[in-house]
């Protein structure tokens, strides 16, 4: 039982270059989440998902895109990285709103 | 809009000593509270929540925290302080029937010899 697994740990773009940040979890969870740390600024939520094919804005959605296709995967799409977008990325999924949340361990991202 | 508030970015506890971080929480209608731990590059790990019930909760490596409604509060409590709990505490919030973790900036918990 893996939980939930992050690719890659570290990435290094070029400003106006697009990247995938993988996710997936073999935990048959329905929900799904994508973060990012930044100091001082605790954890944002970027996008969400309840099921596959259902998918919702957080808090800081510009700039990426996401889809569910599959109950296990939620891959987060960076369509043209930017210096403000260099992060710390956590994917996270539960079993719903009431439950605890099982996180990844996370995409160290820069953005040259 | 959901709101959760950690007024300390760093607390400082002698080991064996016990040890609060505090949380406040603001949020339309009945909150969903959670607490997560940090660990230098790691992932969070979730400790425990409060859905409802009793205002006192038990979490995982001996942490509790009381929910407090009248003054919208959910502080994190030990009762005796390890080297090992060293690390960083997060503070979320979902109000009932959202799909939104609201986390708070972080509190950074320093316990000394």
């Known amino acids: 039982n893996a939980g939930v697994t992050q690719t890659p740990k570290f990435q290094v773009l070029k400003t106006g270059q697009s990247m995938t940040l993988q996710c997936a979890q073999d935990?048959?969870?329905?929900?799904m989440s994508w973060y990012r740390q930044d100091p001082g600024m605790g954890l944002r939520l970027i996008h969400y998902?309840?099921?596959?094919?259902?998918?919702d804005q957080g808090e800081v959605p510009n700039g990426y895109n996401v889809s569910r296709s599959t109950t296990e995967d939620f891959p987060l799409r960076l369509l043209s990285a930017a210096p403000s977008q260099t992060s710390v990325y956590f994917c996270?999924?539960?079993?719903?709103?009431?439950?605890?949340?099982?996180f990844g361990s996370g995409t160290q991202l820069s953005v040259l | 809009a959901q709101s959760v508030a950690q007024p300390e970015d760093q607390v400082n506890v002698a080991e064996g000593n016990p040890l609060t971080v505090k949380c406040t929480y603001s949020?339309?209608?009945?909150?969903?509270l959670f607490w997560y731990v940090q660990y230098p590059n790691r992932g969070l790990q979730f400790l425990l929540k409060?859905?409802?019930?009793?205002?006192l909760v038990k979490g995982s490596y001996g942490f509790e925290a009381e929910f407090n409604k009248s003054q919208t509060s959910f502080h994190l409590k030990k009762p005796s302080a390890l080297v090992s709990d060293s690390a960083l505490y997060f503070c979320?919030?979902?109000?009932?029937?959202?799909?939104?973790?609201?986390f708070g900036t972080g509190t950074q918990l320093k316990v000394e010899l």
């Open positions: 996270a999924s539960s079993y719903g709103r009431k439950e605890k949340l099982f």
């Open positions: 935990m048959n969870h329905e929900y």
């Open positions: 998902s309840v099921g596959a094919g259902i998918t």
């Open positions: 949020v339309s209608g009945n909150p969903y």
């Open positions: 409060y859905i409802t019930g009793d205002n």
């Open positions: 979320a919030v979902n109000p009932g029937g959202g799909n939104k973790l609201t």
